[in-house]
C-alpha cells in the first residue's frame, strides 16, 4: 500500500516536500519504521511507548490528528506533523510552548489540605488525569491556530484536574491564572474532544471551570460586549408560551 508524507527539514531544506512509498505494514508507527529501515533513513519522527501511553508519535493522517502506534492506515493516506506547532524535522514538532502554558495556570500541588482522600475523590480527578500531553487537542483547537497565549485545552484541563482534587487546600490561584486567555476565550466548539486519544473531555472542563469561577465572583469579560438589543420579539422565538390562543 502507499502513503503520502509530508515532510520538512528546518536545518537543510526548509522547503515543505512529500514523499511516497510503498509499505506492507498496516500499522501506522511500524510502517514508519519499515520506511525508516528499508526506503529512507532519514524519515524522522517520534516515538517512546509504542502502545499509545506516552502519546509522542501524534501525527495528522488525512487532517485528524491520531497516535502513530494506534492507527491502521489505508490505500494513499496522507500523513502530517500535528498543526500551530513549529515543525523542525518531518514529523516532529517543538511542544515546548504548550507546556509552558501548563505553568501558568499554576496547576500543580501547593497547600496540601488535611482532607481524608476517599475513591470518589479519586474517581472525580481520575479522567483529567490520564491526559499523555500527545499535543493533539492543540493542533485541533482553533483558537490557539490564532492566539499562542491561549491556555488551550490540556492546560485548562490540568486546571479543573487540580481544582478538584480534595488535596489542595484552596484552588483560588488555579481560578485566578486561568482568566486572561483562558476559560472564557474558548469557543466551546468541541474539537479538542474529537481528538482525544483518551477520552478526555477538555470543553466540559471550561465548561466546568466557567461554573467554578463564576462562585467565586468572576465573570465571563465578553459578555457585556453582547449585543442582546437583537429587534426579536416573542413571535420570533421559535416558542409561544401563550400557545397561540
Given at each position: 500500500?502507499?502513503?503520502?508524507?509530508?515532510r520538512f527539514n528546518q536545518a537543510n531544506e526548509p522547503q515543505k516536500f512529500?514523499?511516497?512509498?510503498?509499505?506492507?505494514?498496516?500499522?501506522?508507527?511500524?510502517?514508519?519504521?519499515?520506511?525508516?529501515?528499508?526506503?529512507?533513513?532519514?524519515?524522522?519522527?517520534?516515538?517512546?511507548?509504542?502502545?499509545?501511553?506516552?502519546?509522542?508519535?501524534?501525527?495528522?493522517?488525512?487532517?485528524?490528528?491520531?497516535?502513530?502506534?494506534?492507527?491502521?492506515?489505508?490505500?494513499?493516506?496522507?500523513?502530517?506533523?500535528?498543526?500551530?506547532?513549529?515543525?523542525?524535522?518531518?514529523?516532529?514538532?517543538?511542544?515546548?510552548?504548550?507546556?509552558?502554558?501548563?505553568?501558568?495556570?499554576?496547576?500543580?500541588?501547593?497547600?496540601?489540605?488535611?482532607?481524608?482522600?476517599?475513591?470518589?475523590?479519586?474517581?472525580?480527578?481520575?479522567?483529567?488525569?490520564?491526559?499523555?500531553?500527545?499535543?493533539?487537542?492543540?493542533?485541533?483547537?482553533?483558537?490557539?491556530?490564532?492566539?499562542?497565549?491561549?491556555?488551550?485545552?490540556?492546560?485548562?484541563?490540568?486546571?479543573?484536574?487540580?481544582?478538584?482534587?480534595?488535596?489542595?487546600?484552596?484552588?483560588?490561584?488555579i481560578i485566578e491564572s486561568i482568566q486572561s486567555n483562558g476559560i472564557w476565550?474558548?469557543?466551546?466548539?468541541?474539537?479538542?474532544?474529537?481528538?482525544?486519544?483518551?477520552?478526555?473531555?477538555?470543553?466540559?472542563?471550561?465548561?466546568?471551570?466557567?461554573?467554578?469561577?463564576?462562585?467565586?465572583?468572576?465573570?465571563?469579560?465578553?459578555?457585556?460586549?453582547?449585543?442582546?438589543?437583537?429587534?426579536?420579539?416573542?413571535?420570533?422565538?421559535?416558542?409561544?408560551?401563550?400557545?397561540?390562543?
Amino acid at each position: 500500500m502507499k502513503i503520502n508524507i509530508k515532510r520538512f527539514n528546518q536545518a537543510n531544506e526548509p522547503q515543505k516536500f512529500n514523499n511516497e512509498f510503498e509499505v506492507s505494514n498496516t500499522n501506522l508507527l511500524q510502517a514508519f519504521n519499515e520506511i525508516k529501515k528499508e526506503h529512507d533513513e532519514t524519515l524522522t519522527y517520534r516515538c517512546g511507548c509504542k502502545s499509545g501511553v506516552c502519546g509522542s508519535c501524534a501525527v495528522r493522517v488525512n487532517g485528524v490528528e491520531r497516535l502513530a502506534c494506534k492507527t491502521n492506515i489505508n490505500e494513499n493516506d496522507v500523513i502530517e506533523p500535528i498543526k500551530n506547532s513549529k515543525v523542525i524535522k518531518d514529523l516532529v514538532v517543538d511542544v515546548s510552548h504548550e507546556t509552558l502554558l501548563i505553568e501558568k495556570t499554576n496547576s500543580f500541588m501547593q497547600d496540601n489540605s488535611d482532607e481524608e482522600i476517599e475513591q470518589k475523590d479519586i474517581n472525580k480527578i481520575d479522567r483529567q488525569s490520564n491526559c499523555i500531553l500527545c499535543n493533539s487537542c492543540y493542533s485541533s483547537c482553533p483558537v490557539y491556530e490564532a492566539n499562542k497565549s491561549f491556555l488551550g485545552p490540556f492546560a485548562l484541563s490540568r486546571a479543573l484536574r487540580y481544582s478538584n482534587d480534595k488535596k489542595m487546600a484552596n484552588n483560588d490561584l488555579i481560578i485566578e491564572s486561568i482568566q486572561s486567555n483562558g476559560i472564557w476565550d474558548c469557543t466551546l466548539c468541541g474539537a479538542c474532544t474529537m481528538v482525544c486519544p483518551q477520552g478526555i473531555d477538555p470543553k466540559m472542563d471550561i465548561l466546568q471551570l466557567q461554573g467554578l469561577a463564576s462562585q467565586k465572583g468572576y465573570t465571563n469579560p465578553y459578555q457585556a460586549t453582547f449585543d442582546s438589543n437583537m429587534g426579536f420579539d416573542m413571535s420570533d422565538m421559535g416558542f409561544d408560551p401563550n400557545g397561540s390562543f
